[in-house]
C-alpha cells in the first residue's frame, strides 16, 4: 500500500518561500512518477509539476515555471515542492500524487495515490 503524507505549509508573506515534503511510504521513488497538484477555495484542482521515476522534471506548469522547483531524496524516500517568490494566488491546498504509470501526465485521473494535503496561504 503507497501512502503518501505531505507537511511543510504554513502562512508567508507575498515575496516569501515554503518548501514543501512529501514521504512516500511503500514504494521507492525510482518506480512511481511524482507530482504535485493545488486546489484554492472554489476552484478545481491544479496541476503543477512532474517528476519521472528517474527524477527528471517531465513537466510544470506555466503558473509556477520558474518560481517553483521539484526535486527529490531517494534515500529518505521525500519528494520536495520548493517554492518561492510566493504570491496571493498561490494561496492553497498543495498535494502530492503518485503514479505507476509511464506517461508524463497532467491529468488526475493518471495519478493513484494522493496524499491529505498541506494548507499553504500568502498574506498580501
Known amino acids: 500500500q503507497v501512502q503518501l503524507v505531505e507537511s511543510g505549509g504554513g502562512l508567508v508573506q507575498t515575496g516569501g518561500s515554503l518548501r514543501l515534503s512529501c514521504k512516500v511510504s511503500?514504494?521507492?521513488?525510482?518506480?512511481?512518477?511524482m507530482a504535485w497538484f493545488r486546489q484554492g477555495a472554489g476552484t478545481e484542482r491544479e496541476f503543477l509539476v512532474r517528476?519521472?521515476?528517474?527524477?527528471?522534471?517531465?513537466l510544470i506548469a506555466d503558473s509556477v515555471k520558474g518560481r517553483f522547483t521539484v526535486s527529490r531524496d531517494n534515500v529518505d524516500n521525500v519528494v520536495y515542492l520548493q517554492m518561492n517568490s510566493l504570491k496571493p494566488e498561490d494561496t492553497a491546498v498543495y498535494y502530492c500524487?503518485?503514479?505507476?504509470?509511464?506517461?508524463?501526465?497532467?491529468?488526475?485521473?493518471?495519478?493513484?495515490?494522493w496524499g491529505q494535503g498541506t494548507q499553504v496561504t500568502v498574506s498580501s
Open positions: 517528476i519521472s521515476r528517474t527524477g527528471v522534471t517531465t
Open positions: 511503500g514504494r521507492r521513488l525510482n518506480t512511481i512518477g
Open positions: 500524487a503518485a503514479s505507476s504509470g509511464y506517461s508524463a501526465s497532467r491529468r488526475e485521473s493518471e495519478y493513484d495515490y
